[in-house]
C-alpha cells in the first residue's frame, strides 16, 4: 500500500515528542448475550446508519440507547468515502457509554479505514469529512502547519509545490489529523477498539481470515494490530497491511465456496464459533448468508454512495435475520433457502430492487459479488 512519504515525515517530526500511554483494549469475548444487532460499513452515512439502528429498536428519536441489554456491533469503516464520518463515531462514543448503564454494550471494530485513517493513508477521505473539521481557526493552522512542512522540506532538501499542497491539504486537513493522532479524540479512541470480537459462538471482525491465520487467536491478532497502530514502524509485513489478515481479506466473502470450505472448517475449528460475521466485501444489498450460514456478511451499502440499503443482522430468541427496510426476515442456514430469501427481500425494496444483481449471479452459480466498489 502507497502512503504519502512527505506527509508522514513531516507528521513523524510534528508528533514524535507526544508522551505515549498504550491504549487498554476492551474484552475480547462475551458469552450468554441473548440479543445482538449488528451493523456493517457506514462509510461516513450518519443519517442511514442512525435510522437502521432505529428501526432495530436501539435508538430512539433524540438518538439515546433504548436496546437494553443488547449488544450492538460495528465491524468497521465508520469512516472515509461519505461525508459524516465524525457524526457516526460521535453516535459510537456516546452509545458506548449509554449502552452500558443499561447493561448493553457498544462493540465497534477497527475496519481497514479506521486504520489507514489512523497511520495516515488518506486517499479515501472525503471533502466533505475535511471540511467537517473546520473551525474559526483552521487557516491559520493550515498557514503554520504549511509553514512547518516547508521548514522540513528544506532541511531534507525537498521542494514543495504550494498550490499542490494545500489542494492535498484542505481546511480541516491539520484537525483531522491530530484528532486522529494518538492523543486525539478519535485516535486515542479507536487505539481501544479490537479488530476482532467473540460472542457467544460467533466471530465478529471487519472483512475475513486468510489461510496464513487460519491457526492464530483472537488475542494474537487484536494484539499485534494493536501494537502495529502504536508503532507505525511495524506495519510493513504487519497484521494490519495484510491483504490476508482480518481487515482486508475477502476470500470467505467472495472466493469460491468449494475450494474454502476446508479453510473455513479449520478457522471454525480452531477460534472455537460456529459462524463468522463479516463486513468489508458489499453484498448489493442484503445482508447474505454463505457457506449454509457458517459465514455472514453484513456489509449491506449502508451509506448513499453504495445505494444506502437499511438493514442489518440481528439475533434474538436464539435465530438469525435480516432486517430489512424495518421488516425481520428469518435468515437461511441452508443454500436452498437463499434465493426465496433474497426474492423476499427485494420486494421490500424500491423498484427496480438492486439485489436482482445478487439473485441472479446466485442463481447463475456465480459466487463473486456484484461489484459494488465507487
Not at 465491524?75 to 449509554?98: A, C, F, I, N, Y
Not at 487505539?191 to 471487519?206: C, K, P, S, T, V
Request: glycine letters at 10%; hydrophobic letters at 40%.
Amino acid at each position: 500500500m502507497k502512503t504519502e512519504p512527505m506527509t508522514r515525515r513531516v507528521f513523524a517530526v510534528l508528533f514524535c515528542l507526544v508522551l505515549f500511554q498504550p491504549a487498554a483494549r476492551g474484552q475480547e469475548r462475551f458469552e450468554g448475550v441473548s440479543r445482538i444487532v449488528a451493523v456493517g460499513d457506514v462509510h461516513g452515512g450518519f443519517a442511514e446508519f442512525v435510522s437502521v439502528l432505529r428501526s432495530a429498536g436501539v435508538l430512539d428519536e433524540k438518538s439515546s440507547w433504548i436496546a437494553g441489554k443488547t449488544h450492538l456491533v460495528q465491524t468497521g469503516d465508520v469512516v472515509d468515502r461519505g461525508p459524516d464520518s465524525r457524526q457516526v463515531l460521535d453516535l459510537l462514543m456516546k452509545l458506548e457509554k449509554e449502552a452500558r448503564k443499561s447493561g448493553g454494550r457498544v462493540h465497534a471494530l477497527l475496519g481497514n479505514h479506521e486504520a489507514m485513517n489512523l497511520y495516515g493513508d488518506l486517499r479515501y477521505v472525503s471533502a466533505e469529512e475535511y471540511a467537517s473539521y473546520q473551525d474559526s481557526n483552521s487557516l491559520q493552522k493550515q498557514e503554520a502547519y504549511w509553514a512547518r512542512e516547508l521548514a522540513v522540506g528544506k532541511d531534507l532538501g525537498l521542494q514543495i509545490d504550494k498550490s499542490k499542497w494545500e489542494k492535498e491539504h484542505p481546511l480541516g486537513w491539520v484537525e483531522h489529523r491530530l484528532a486522529f493522532s494518538d492523543t486525539g479524540v478519535y485516535g486515542k479512541w479507536l487505539r481501544q477498539r479490537n479488530a476482532l470480537l467473540q460472542i457467544n459462538d460467533l466471530l465478529f471482525l471487519h472483512a475475513g481470515i486468510g489461510p496464513k491465520y487460519a491457526t492464530a487467536t483472537v488475542a494474537e491478532l487484536n494484539r499485534t494490530i494493536h501494537d502495529e497502530l502504536e508503532n507505525f514502524k511495524k506495519l510493513e509485513g504487519g497484521v494490519a497491511m495484510d491483504p490476508e489478515g482480518p481487515l482486508w481479506y475477502r476470500g470467505l466473502a467472495n472466493g469460491s465456496q468449494k475450494q474454502l470450505t476446508g479453510h473455513l472448517d479449520q478457522v471454525l475449528k480452531n477460534y472455537r464459533v460456529r459462524r463468522l460475521v463479516l463486513g468489508h466485501t458489499p453484498t448489493g444489498g442484503a445482508v447474505l448468508p454463505r457457506f449454509g450460514g457458517r459465514v455472514i456478511l453484513i456489509d449491506v451499502g449502508l451509506s448513499k454512495i453504495y445505494g444506502g440499503t437499511p438493514a442489518c443482522l440481528v439475533f434474538e430468541n436464539s435465530k438469525f435475520y435480516a432486517l430489512h427496510r424495518g421488516q425481520l426476515l428469518e435468515l437461511p442456514m441452508e443454500p436452498a433457502g437463499v434465493i426465496p430469501y433474497l426474492k423476499k427481500a427485494a420486494t421490500l425494496d424500491p423498484a427496480p430492487s438492486p439485489l436482482q444483481k445478487l439473485i441472479q449471479a446466485i442463481s447463475s452459480g456465480g459466487e463473486s459479488l456484484p461489484s459494488q466498489e465507487p
